[in-house]
Every structure is written in structure tokens, then in C-alpha cells.
């Protein structure tokens, strides 16, 4: 065993499993592990009702775990630190969520993720499960309009959880909730911006070099690179960042908007305060209007000084199943109908 002298952590090889297990202990009325790595809600909802499931790495915490619970996530199948889980694991959640009214899987589009994902499903139809995926592709740095298979999932996905795990708790059809989420996929954009990349918990790895004084808009979550440029102002990167938003969802003077600033490691609350002051202000000057608004970390990448911010267009349900509907989760709780 290698002692990773800059992180509290034991063996490097057991950062995964140990964090799921400490996650448990400390919520053990919310979630609970069925198997290597899964976890669930404790108090599942009725079967009677699709189970909205995701996958994804660890070392992105509270992503994806941290939004297994009432009104959100069913279950979440957790992979090594920044790596996909294989597939046989997502078949063993597949088959611990089987139901007649399905089950939803939504993946972010990073290949690892569509992999494991495509094979669980053919897995699971061998078997008479019934499920379909639902991909998420947020992330705007690809370039305006790039098809979206260029395009990764992102913070995107943790609003959408909200949304179709409010819908999955109305009774909502399979076909009722792709529809529900799919048209949100078209709405919603993130982008993320960096000052300073981070380390691999298991090796003390830098993932990328950012010089002092450069900024890079279009980092990925993994420290992939976008544009460098050197840092400017919070205002004048907010502005800059809300325009490439708006340029991507286009909405149109009185639309409801969703702005979400999600903490991606160790940039500090004042400043995400401050970013989120002028995002807001450029919104409201464009003639849209703030719904729903958020600042916390959702999915972050270890100490990366980044942030993302999220927009969203948002049609009445979308806004009513974000800002309404019960949830209770350890890392998302809204109190709703």
C-alpha cells in the first residue's frame, strides 16, 4: 500500500469502496448498498412505479450517490475513482431494479459510461428486463451546435434526476418520462471553466497543467481540455459564460430559466456567490426569468478550482417537478407536495 500523503485516505485501492461505506453510515435512513458498489434508497418506492437508475465513477462526490432517494435516483452503480463500472455490475443493479414498469437509465455520454450501459441493457432484454436509456449531453464545449455524440454529460444530469425522479413518483409511463426527459435534454446546457486542474486520489497524478494566471473554459470533469485564455474578472466571466449558454438553448425574452452554479472543487463559495450575482443579472437584463435557481456542489472533480454553470429553458412541468415535488436525499432535499 502507497500512502497518498495530500488526501485523508487509507489504501488507494479501497478509496471506493470505503467512501460508499462511510456514505451509508452516515444516511442509513436514505440509502443502502445492494452489492459490490450499488447503491439503493432504503425505503424503495413501489414497483408499480419505473426506476430511475444512473451509473457512473466515483471521486465526483455527492455525484452520482448522493442523489439516491425519495423523488430522485433509485439507484446508482458506482465505478473506480473517474471510471466507468463494467458492465456485469450494472446488470446486477438492472436486475435488482426489475419491474414491470421499467426501468430508466440515464448515462452521461462519456464512452466508458455508454459502454458498460449498452452492454447491461442487452443483458438485461435477454433476460425479459424492461429498460431504456436515456443519454445526457450537456456539455456545450464541444461547440455551439456540436452533434451530440461531441458533446459530454455533465452537472446537466443531477436537475434531470430531480425532474424525472418527481415524474417516476406521479406514476409516469417509461415512454411518458423519455419524453419528459428528452425534451429537458434539448433545454439545457452546462460549461465549465478552470483556473487549476486536480490530482488522482490513487496516484497523486496532476491530470493537466494550468499555467498561473490562465483560465480554460471548457474543462471536462476528468481535466479534459477546452480553451485557454488568461483569467479575467467573475464578471466578465460570467457574462462571457452566460452568452455561450444562451447561444446554445436560445430562449426567447419572458421564458423561466434555471441557473445552477455547481461547485466543482476547491473554488470557494464567495465566489461562486459572486459568479452567480452576475450570471442572474445578465439573465434578467436579457429578458428571462430566473425559476429556479441553485449554488452547491453537485458533481465536483477532487480539488479542481472550477466551476460549471448550468441553464436551463424550463417548460411549467419541468419547473413544477424541479421547484415542487418531494425529495429527500442526502445531498438534495426539497421539502414539496
Given at each position: 500500500?502507497?500512502?497518498i ?13 470505503e467512501?460508499l ?15 459490490e ?8 418506492k ?17 455525484a ?12 446508482s452503480?458506482v ?61 456545450i ?50 460549461l ?6 486536480c490530482?488522482?486520489p ?5 491530470i ?5 494566471g ?8 476528468h ?96 419547473l413544477?417537478?424541479?421547484?415542487n ?13
Amino acid at each position: 500500500m502507497t500512502q497518498i500523503k495530500t488526501k485523508f485516505i487509507n489504501d488507494p485501492e479501497q478509496v471506493t469502496p470505503e467512501l460508499l461505506e462511510g456514505y451509508v453510515l452516515a444516511y442509513p435512513d436514505l440509502v443502502t448498498l445492494g452489492g459490490e458498489n450499488i447503491v439503493l434508497r432504503t425505503h424503495p418506492k413501489d414497483e408499480s412505479k419505473v426506476a430511475i437508475v444512473t451509473l457512473g465513477g466515483s471521486g465526483h462526490e455527492p455525484a452520482l450517490s448522493g442523489f439516491v432517494g425519495e423523488g430522485m435516483l433509485d439507484c446508482s452503480v458506482v465505478g473506480d475513482v473517474f471510471a466507468a463500472p463494467g458492465a456485469q455490475r450494472v446488470f446486477q443493479a438492472l436486475q435488482l431494479m426489475k419491474r414491470e414498469a421499467g426501468i430508466l437509465l440515464v448515462v452521461l455520454n462519456h464512452s466508458g459510461d455508454v459502454m458498460s450501459a449498452n452492454m447491461a441493457c442487452q443483458l438485461a432484454e435477454r433476460v425479459g428486463i424492461k429498460v431504456k436509456q436515456l443519454l445526457t449531453h450537456d456539455d456545450i464545449s464541444a461547440g455551439i451546435d456540436a452533434p451530440l455524440n461531441d458533446r459530454r454529460g455533465l452537472a446537466g444530469c443531477v436537475p434531470l434526476f430531480k425532474i424525472l425522479g418527481a415524474a417516476a413518483e406521479e406514476g409516469k409511463t417509461i415512454d411518458e418520462l423519455t419524453e419528459i426527459g428528452e425534451r429537458f435534454n434539448k433545454q439545457v446546457a452546462t460549461l465549465a471553466v478552470a483556473m487549476r486542474s486536480c490530482t488522482h486520489p490513487q496516484n497523486n497524478a496532476m491530470i493537466s497543467d494550468l499555467p498561473e494566471g490562465i483560465m480554460e473554459i471548457g474543462m471536462g470533469q476528468h481535466g479534459e481540455g477546452g480553451g485557454r485564455k488568461p483569467l479575467v474578472s467573475a464578471d466578465d466571466t460570467a457574462t462571457e459564460m452566460v452568452d455561450l449558454l444562451c447561444q446554445q438553448i436560445k430562449p426567447v425574452a419572458g421564458d423561466q430559466v434555471m441557473l445552477i452554479i455547481n461547485k466543482v472543487g476547491s473554488t470557494t463559495q464567495m465566489e461562486l456567490n459572486i459568479i452567480f450575482r452576475k450570471a442572474y443579472k445578465e439573465l434578467e437584463a436579457k429578458g428571462f426569468k430566473v425559476g429556479m435557481g441553485r449554488i452547491q456542489e453537485l458533481l465536483t472533480v477532487q480539488e479542481q478550482a472550477s466551476f460549471q454553470m448550468i441553464l436551463a429553458k424550463l417548460d411549467e412541468d419541468h419547473l413544477d417537478y424541479l421547484k415542487n415535488k418531494r425529495a429527500d436525499t442526502p445531498y438534495w432535499t426539497t421539502i414539496g407536495k
